[in-house]
């Protein structure tokens, strides 16, 4: 009898307090981006990298990224208004304007909260069903996939001896996926069993509803936010007296920026700085590089933090009494509700 007591309390399981898990969710998130930072640091000379900060021209470094930063928030509010008119219910650009800041901040502090910060925006204030709007933010990415294979193609093809036609190989047939998808919503009519179970789904509502006019518009906002980001990613390398031409940034930012997009790091720290040594070390030092990107990254992060005074801050706090997960965070309406 004591034998299958102890064995039943050593299979109990640990409860960690949600505080507890978001602490060690944003430890693990920054330890990954350091790591990443580390690595692609091998070899390089940290007095270097210290002396390219204290020289850069922080009248071309600080305009530029918040400006970058400015255009991504209200870029993507404008979308995100705009996709959930399309597909649920008419919502106005201030309406989300809580939910979208809320994410921005949160991926400071925590990655997998804030990709739920939108997911909760649309079951709160619009009464759209979780899976729903777990897959209205997917069809999000989707977008971003399409656009971002498009771009790195059309770069790869169209700059000659551009670091980023090394991408063509995955991006045409990445692009040609994306395509498919979307030419088999917009015009099949499913003849399959499997095809019409997965058509008639009620949670898929944004791809059944997404037509031509409805891709094109949502494709334009988006092409609006990342096309300004290559030139003043060539500004702040201006900021560092980098001489890389402006075309072969322009060209290659598609590649950057999908890596900054990564969800397991915040604004891409790690990610972007690799990919932006590896297609930009022909052309500068790594040193350079690295602190260039690197404050672009860092920068950006500084530049959330300010959002956290308001619905981000009832968001977090919110979270961390009911427990941490999206379903019982549906209790969160303050960030809907401002």
């Not at 009620?202 to 409805?214: D, E, G, M, N, Y």
């Not at 915040?266 to 690799?274: I, R, T, V």
Request: hydrophobic fraction near 55%; glycine fraction near 6%.
């Amino acid at each position: 009898m004591a034998k299958r007591s102890t064995n039943k309390l050593l299979s109990l399981p640990v409860e960690l307090s949600p505080a507890v898990k978001m602490i060690g969710e944003t430890v693990l998130m920054y330890a990954i981006a350091a790591s990443v930072v580390w690595y692609e640091s091998r070899g390089l000379s940290f007095e270097k990298e210290i002396k390219d900060f204290t020289r850069a021209n922080l009248w071309l470094l600080i305009p530029a990224t918040l400006s970058s930063f400015l255009i991504w928030v209200f870029g993507e509010n404008l979308i995100f208004a705009r996709m959930f008119s399309f597909f649920h219910e008419r919502t106005g650009f201030l309406e989300v304007l809580p939910a979208t800041t809320a994410e921005y901040f949160l991926q400071v502090v925590n990655v997998f909260v804030a990709n739920g910060a939108l997911v909760v925006f649309l079951h709160q204030r619009k009464k759209v069903p979780w899976i729903a709007a777990g897959i209205t933010m997917a069809f999000f990415g989707f977008l971003d996939g399409l656009l971002f294979a498009a771009m790195i193609t059309l770069a790869g093809v169209f700059v000659p001896g551009s670091p980023v036609s090394a991408y063509v190989k995955y991006s045409v047939p990445a692009l040609a996926l994306f395509l498919a998808i979307a030419a088999w919503w917009l015009f099949r009519t499913p003849g399959t069993r499997v095809e019409k179970w997965l058509h008639d789904r009620p949670s898929f509502v944004a791809f059944r509803k997404a037509t031509i006019p409805i891709y094109a518009e949502l494709l334009f906002i988006r092409f609006c936010i990342l096309a300004p980001q290559g030139v003043l990613l060539w500004v702040c390398f201006k900021a560092f007296h980098l001489n890389i031409p402006a075309t072969q940034v322009v060209a290659v930012s598609p590649a950057v920026l999908a890596a900054s997009g990564t969800p397991i790091t915040p604004s891409g720290l790690g990610p972007m700085q690799a990919v932006a040594i590896a297609t930009f070390g022909k052309f500068a030092p790594s040193t350079k590089i690295m602190a260039a990107s690197l404050s672009f990254s860092l920068l950006h992060l500084i530049y959330r933090l300010p959002l956290g005074l308001g619905a981000a801050h009832t968001f977090i706090s919110r979270v961390l009494r009911t427990g941490g997960t999206l379903k019982e965070g549906a209790q969160i309406g303050s960030i809907t509700n401002k």
